[in-house]
């Protein structure tokens, strides 16, 4: 997928949220591959918010959520499949929006990934008004996330939609040929 380790966390100075969007919006218009672009997007984002233990980007595949880039662990999510209703980022396309919460521990629908998050944003990404996936941020911090934190994820979200849009039809498309020679074998 993309590069998932802590890496350079320890930065002396985070981005300002100006210079993080010019960034991601030079990144979003590089001739870069999409899942390139999604890739440094993330570790953009991860590496600018110290508590924020695992962020990627989930696509929206056939009706399915769909582990996308991810910082913060060198392994997928246990849950790198999701289906639409269940657990947070499940609901957020469900319901058709964002979620912000304080405390997962309070959840009954809540798909655990790390025993140790507390808190989770999802944003989703749209393009052409349609969901085509979300950034799933978690961490281990009980209220970790603000309302501003949910408006530059959905500033940077506008600017990378047209790849995210793109990267899911790839998998789409990649699926159902590898659907189609399944059954022609």
């Given at each position: 997928?993309?590069?998932?380790?802590?890496?350079?966390?320890?930065?002396?100075?985070?981005?300002?949220?100006?210079?993080?969007?010019?960034?991601?919006?030079?990144?979003?218009?590089?001739?870069?591959?999409?899942?390139?672009?999604?890739?440094?997007?993330?570790?953009?984002?991860?590496?600018?918010?110290?508590?924020?233990?695992?962020?990627?980007?989930?696509?929206?595949?056939?009706?399915?959520?769909?582990?996308?880039?991810?910082?913060?662990?060198?392994?997928?999510?246990?849950?790198?499949?999701?289906?639409?209703?269940?657990?947070?980022?499940?609901?957020?396309?469900?319901?058709?929006?964002?979620?912000?919460?304080?405390?997962?521990?309070?959840?009954?629908?809540?798909?655990?990934?790390?025993?140790?998050?507390?808190?989770?944003?999802?944003?989703?990404?749209?393009?052409?008004?349609?969901?085509?996936?979300?950034?799933?941020?978690?961490?281990?911090?009980?209220?970790?996330?603000?309302?501003?934190?949910?408006?530059?994820?959905?500033?940077?979200?506008?600017?990378?939609?047209?790849?995210?849009?793109?990267?899911?039809?790839?998998?789409?498309?990649?699926?159902?040929a590898s659907r189609?020679?399944?059954?022609?074998?």
């Amino acid at each position: 997928m993309g590069e998932q380790s802590m890496g350079s966390r320890n930065r002396s100075r985070s981005p300002s949220r100006s210079e993080l969007k010019a960034e991601v919006k030079t990144l979003a218009a590089s001739d870069a591959r999409d899942e390139e672009v999604l890739r440094r997007v993330v570790r953009l984002v991860h590496d600018a918010h110290p508590l924020w233990e695992w962020s990627g980007i989930y696509l929206l595949v056939d009706g399915t959520l769909v582990v996308g880039p991810f910082a913060g662990s060198d392994e997928p999510p246990e849950h790198s499949r999701i289906e639409v209703g269940d657990g947070v980022c499940g609901t957020a396309v469900a319901e058709d929006k964002n979620q912000l919460v304080e405390d997962v521990r309070e959840l009954d629908n809540y798909l655990a990934c790390s025993l140790s998050t507390r808190s989770e944003l999802v944003v989703l990404i749209r393009e052409g008004g349609q969901i085509v996936g979300q950034f799933d941020i978690d961490s281990d911090e009980r209220g970790a996330f603000t309302e501003v934190d949910e408006v530059l994820l959905e500033e940077i979200a506008a600017l990378i939609s047209p790849r995210v849009a793109s990267l899911a039809a790839a998998r789409a498309a990649s699926r159902a040929a590898s659907r189609a020679a399944d059954c022609a074998g």
